[in-house]
């Protein structure tokens, strides 16, 4: 409503001027204006002037686009990383081999579920899927469709930041941090069960348009709660990433597993939200928010999500990271099906290596001698293109595939989440894997730049185990 009184306003403005003007000059230069004269006068100029400030602001929203839906320089080009651990400074290393990768926890905060296995089950039920808000309405003052989490508890954030009088906290920004701050202490109460006297590495994947400030704000805060729920001050290490991608994670805590000083556990976390009237007018404005005229917008929505890694070599019980397949920056993003294809022969390559001569690889196929793909879970959304570059694939790597039952599209039942809902696609991904003891793929198109599909599933027995088999990424 506020915005649609703001353009009301200004329309009522720019006619009021034109018409005020025109008057005052045919009264003083004493002239009787003909039809033509009143046509341009109270008519054509004030229609050219808002079609000029209508033209000017898209203009800029068009070079202020998000990076996720229009190109983004910074990813052209990644710079190196840098890491923080135990007070020292240090430099992520390059792309590397892929090594699998132990999970030894998953968390997630959503508007369906509060668990992986509470989503999951919100997904069978069939109640997965987004409502209108009873808050929040459009540039019209109609309500629109989002994704809230129901009862954020913002009292423990809150009373941090009483120590923190110069931050400026949004409130979209402070439900976004109370929901990874759940996250964060669900994780590290996890890692602390396990706990080997090693280090636990937090990568944040913050959102791409926090100020600064705001994002080392809520990395403090991401440690305090790993911190308050128990996980010794000393032995957590921060790893700041200049983009939250999770691929790029995800390879960083890869090309650490084969070394020797690699961290016990490496907890990736993402948040954001925009459940906020003031958030929702900034996507309006910008062209970034779902309507009948935008239908490549985003629904608003809220969550965080997380998951607790650690080398393979500490975890056989449960599923693992197996293989990851994602496009580059420098060349067009391929299409999810050549990303799962490439995923799961990789993985498939890994166990033929890893497995004795005669004997069927874990969860293959005995006709085809492929791996089975028992679920998906995707951060696909509504977009028509990316629901088609989804189905394409699931048609073509798992034709098998119910997908009543065995597909789950996170985007499109929980609204725009950004990083966090490509982890909690691999949150259920893992957990559908743990229960079945088969394989699964979580797919991410989200963002059309940089799309993945990771393979997730039982790791090879000790005894299988290679020595060195890690595939290699290209």
């Not at 898209?58 to 229009?70: N, V, W």
């Not at 240090?90 to 590397?96: I, M, Q």
């Not at 990433?241 to 556990?265: E, I, K, N, R």
């Not at 998906?376 to 098998?400: F, N, S």
Request: glycine share 8%; with cysteine; aromatic share 4%.
């Amino acid at each position: 409503m506020r915005n649609w009184l703001k353009r009301s306003l200004l329309v009522l403005g720019v006619f009021g001027v034109c018409w005020i003007g025109a008057v005052w000059y045919w009264r003083s230069s004493m002239r009787m204006p003909d039809t033509g004269d009143l046509a341009l006068a109270l008519l054509a100029v004030p229609l050219v002037l808002l079609s000029t400030v209508w033209l000017a602001n898209k203009a800029y929203t068009a070079r202020t686009a998000d990076p996720s839906s229009a190109g983004q320089t910074p990813a052209a080009v990644p710079a190196p990383d840098t890491s923080t651990v135990a007070g020292g400074v240090g430099t992520a290393s390059p792309k590397a081999a892929w090594l699998p990768l132990g999970v030894a926890g998953a968390a997630l905060r959503m508007p369906h579920g509060d668990s992986p296995a509470a989503l999951a089950a919100a997904f069978a039920e069939g109640a997965a899927r987004l409502d209108l808000d009873p808050e929040l309405t459009d540039m019209q003052g109609f309500p629109i469709m989002a994704g809230r989490v129901a009862d954020v508890d913002l009292e423990p954030l809150q009373e941090w930041l009483s120590g923190h009088p110069a931050a400026k906290v949004k409130p979209h920004q402070l439900r976004a941090l109370a929901l990874g701050g759940e996250v964060a202490a669900e994780l590290a109460m996890y890692a602390e069960a396990q706990d080997d006297n090693g280090v636990l590495q937090l990568l944040p994947l913050l959102p791409d348009d926090w100020p600064a400030p705001l994002r080392d704000l809520a990395t403090d805060w991401l440690s305090h709660c790993a911190i308050d729920a128990g996980w010794p001050r000393e032995r957590l290490a921060l790893r700041h990433l200049q983009q939250a991608a999770l691929p790029g994670a995800l390879h960083d805590v890869a090309a650490q597993a084969g070394s020797a000083t690699a961290p016990a556990f490496s907890m990736v976390l993402a948040c954001d939200s925009a459940i906020d009237a003031d958030a929702v007018e900034y996507m309006a404005i910008h062209g970034k928010l779902f309507g009948a005229r935008n239908q490549n917008g985003h629904m608003p929505s809220e969550g965080a999500a997380g998951i607790l890694l650690q080398p393979a070599s500490g975890a056989h019980d449960a599923p693992a990271l197996l293989a990851l397949a994602s496009g580059t920056a420098d060349q067009p993003a391929p299409p999810l099906a050549d990303l799962a294809q490439r995923a799961i022969e990789l993985a498939q390559a890994a166990q033929r290596t890893s497995t004795p001569a005669g004997a069927p690889a874990a969860g293959a196929d005995a006709a085809s001698d492929t791996l089975a793909v028992d679920f998906i879970a995707a951060d696909t959304d509504h977009r028509v293109a990316a629901v088609a570059d989804l189905m394409q694939c699931v048609e073509t790597r798992a034709p098998a595939l119910d997908t009543n039952t065995a597909l789950a599209c996170v985007g499109a039942a929980c609204g725009h989440t950004g990083a966090a809902g490509a982890l909690a696609a691999l949150a259920l991904a893992l957990e559908q894997a743990a229960e079945s003891g088969g394989h699964a793929l979580c797919l991410a198109n989200a963002n059309p730049r940089q799309p993945f599909a990771l393979l997730v599933g039982p790791l090879p027995t000790p005894a299988q185990a290679p020595a060195s088999s890690a595939p290699t990424l290209s």
